[in-house]
């Protein structure tokens, strides 16, 4: 059977116990692969053994803590250690086909060094979300052997820049495991026993879910909220999520975060901030809700929380752009904002769906049905061995 080296950024650990898209699909994925044996490169973690096998796949986890890691960060250029330290397990391991994800660089990096091995850059956002030190040098076509983005969205704006150099270019989406979240609409005694934890009860509640950042809109859900409130008093919002990833730092205090308190200290309506709620825990999260509102202001590549809060039966309210209207069908599974700034317009939806239980109900079911058959882990990793069939055929 050959074996795939799935290559994490540096940043964070896998299982993603700090958080991370990429991370959470790398683990995913190296469970469900059935014709290819998976080899896990990452990052170390203190709760995580530095080799393991976890879910039958093989991981080895690469120690950048300390002035280690200052230095990386800093002087990634002079000192790349991460990337050395990859390429030594490469060797040692001896791969058919390597699999980097979000990192151009390194994937650069491991294409020089292996030349005859065959390479796949794989991004799950666009160029300009990489870090200054993460990007390449405006105008460098890197050789690849194939290139996957996790939306076609992604794939037409990074096809002519950072997948220019791969003959072979695919989508493959994020996946939800939909069977771990629970139907907001079928599951009442988990429902009653998750908003208890938060002393909710049947109140209409609105939650959001990513990081407590200006560029996921949390303000202008904020903002929304204060004309919900003028209708729908009762109603709650609740904020899950913390400002960053990482080993303690998910609620650094940002000043986004120290104004967002303020703005919630004088809301005539209840907010609960959750803070940051690891992966495994948030199918959990998403029964504290009637309605999922995620207005980011940026072009994401995609954005797994729309597939989960999917998953958990929940009706879908986001803005139209980037890879969000790949995965949410407007008037089918939720609504699409026409203008992602518009707190008028976003209040209006959440009122629409709040006062409409048949609605509500109709957009969560087939909300979860539409991922359960487009999304499951199960399809993307088959999806994901048809590609890496097709590079190493090249």
């Given at each position: 059977?050959?074996?795939v080296a799935?290559i994490?950024?540096?940043?964070?650990p896998?299982?993603?116990?700090?958080?991370g898209?990429?991370e959470l699909?790398?683990?995913k994925v190296?469970?469900?692969?059935?014709?290819?044996?998976?080899?896990?490169?990452g990052?170390s973690?203190p709760?995580?053994?530095?080799r393991?096998?976890?879910?039958?796949?093989?991981?080895?986890?690469?120690?950048?803590?300390?002035?280690?890691?200052w230095?990386?960060?800093?002087?990634?250029?002079y000192?790349?250690?991460y990337?050395?330290?990859?390429?030594?397990l490469?060797?040692?391991?001896?791969?058919?086909?390597?699999?980097?994800?979000?990192r151009?660089l390194?994937?650069?990096?491991?294409?020089?060094?292996f030349?005859?091995?065959?390479?796949?850059?794989?991004?799950?956002?666009l160029?300009?979300?990489?870090g200054?030190?993460?990007?390449?040098?405006?105008?460098l076509?890197?050789?690849?052997?194939?290139?996957?983005t996790?939306?076609?969205?992604?794939?037409?704006?990074?096809?002519?820049?950072?997948?220019?150099?791969?003959?072979l270019r695919?989508?493959?989406?994020?996946?939800?495991?939909?069977?771990?979240f629970s139907?907001r609409?079928?599951?009442?005694a988990e429902?009653?026993?998750?908003?208890e934890?938060?002393?909710?009860?049947?109140?209409?509640?609105?939650?959001?879910?990513?990081?407590?950042?200006?560029?996921?809109g949390v303000h202008?859900?904020?903002?929304a909220?204060?004309?919900?409130w003028q209708?729908?008093p009762?109603?709650?919002?609740?904020l899950?999520?913390?400002t960053?990833?990482?080993?303690g730092r998910?609620?650094?205090?940002?000043?986004?975060l120290k104004?967002?308190?303020?703005?919630?200290?004088?809301a005539?309506?209840?907010v609960?901030?959750?803070?940051f709620?690891?992966?495994?825990?948030?199918?959990g999260?998403?029964?504290?809700?009637?309605?999922?509102?995620?207005?980011?202001?940026?072009?994401?590549?995609?954005?797994?929380?729309?597939l989960?809060?999917?998953?958990?039966?929940?009706?879908?309210?986001a803005?139209?752009m980037?890879?969000?209207?790949?995965?949410?069908?407007?008037?089918?599974t939720?609504?699409?904002?026409q203008?992602?700034?518009?707190?008028?317009?976003l209040?209006?939806?959440i009122?629409?769906?709040l006062?409409?239980?048949?609605?509500?109900?109709?957009l969560?079911?087939e909300?979860?049905?539409?991922?359960r058959?487009?999304?499951?882990?199960?399809?993307?990793?088959?999806?994901?061995?048809?590609?890496?069939?097709?590079?190493?055929?090249?």
């Amino acid at each position: 059977m050959p074996i795939v080296a799935l290559i994490g950024p540096e940043l964070y650990p896998i299982p993603p116990i700090r958080g991370g898209a990429a991370e959470l699909f790398i683990e995913k994925v190296a469970a469900r692969l059935k014709n290819w044996r998976p080899v896990v490169i990452g990052v170390s973690d203190p709760e995580l053994p530095d080799r393991e096998v976890h879910h039958g796949a093989e991981y080895f986890r690469i120690p950048l803590q300390g002035w280690r890691r200052w230095l990386y960060r800093r002087y990634r250029r002079y000192f790349p250690l991460y990337d050395q330290a990859v390429a030594q397990l490469i060797a040692q391991v001896q791969p058919d086909l390597i699999h980097v994800h979000n990192r151009p660089l390194l994937a650069q990096y491991l294409k020089a060094n292996f030349g005859a091995l065959p390479v796949i850059l794989h991004m799950h956002n666009l160029n300009e979300s990489l870090g200054k030190r993460e990007k390449p040098r405006a105008g460098l076509t890197i050789p690849l052997d194939g290139f996957i983005t996790c939306s076609r969205f992604v794939l037409e704006r990074e096809s002519s820049r950072l997948g220019a150099g791969a003959p072979l270019r695919r989508v493959v989406y994020n996946g939800v495991e939909v069977e771990a979240f629970s139907s907001r609409w079928q599951d009442d005694a988990e429902v009653s026993r998750v908003r208890e934890s938060y002393h909710l009860a049947d109140q209409p509640t609105v939650v959001f879910a990513g990081k407590l950042r200006e560029s996921k809109g949390v303000h202008v859900l904020l903002a929304a909220m204060e004309r919900v409130w003028q209708s729908l008093p009762l109603t709650v919002l609740v904020l899950v999520g913390g400002t960053e990833f990482g080993r303690g730092r998910t609620m650094r205090e940002t000043p986004f975060l120290k104004e967002l308190r303020q703005q919630i200290a004088r809301a005539r309506g209840r907010v609960v901030l959750t803070g940051f709620i690891p992966p495994v825990e948030m199918p959990g999260a998403y029964l504290l809700g009637d309605v999922f509102v995620g207005p980011s202001q940026i072009e994401e590549g995609l954005g797994l929380v729309f597939l989960e809060a999917a998953a958990a039966g929940l009706p879908v309210i986001a803005t139209r752009m980037g890879g969000i209207p790949e995965v949410v069908r407007d008037g089918e599974t939720g609504l699409l904002l026409q203008r992602k700034d518009d707190a008028a317009e976003l209040a209006a939806k959440i009122l629409v769906l709040l006062r409409d239980q048949q609605l509500r109900k109709r957009l969560g079911q087939e909300g979860r049905e539409w991922v359960r058959n487009n999304f499951s882990w199960e399809r993307i990793a088959a999806d994901l061995e048809q590609v890496y069939d097709e590079v190493r055929a090249l």
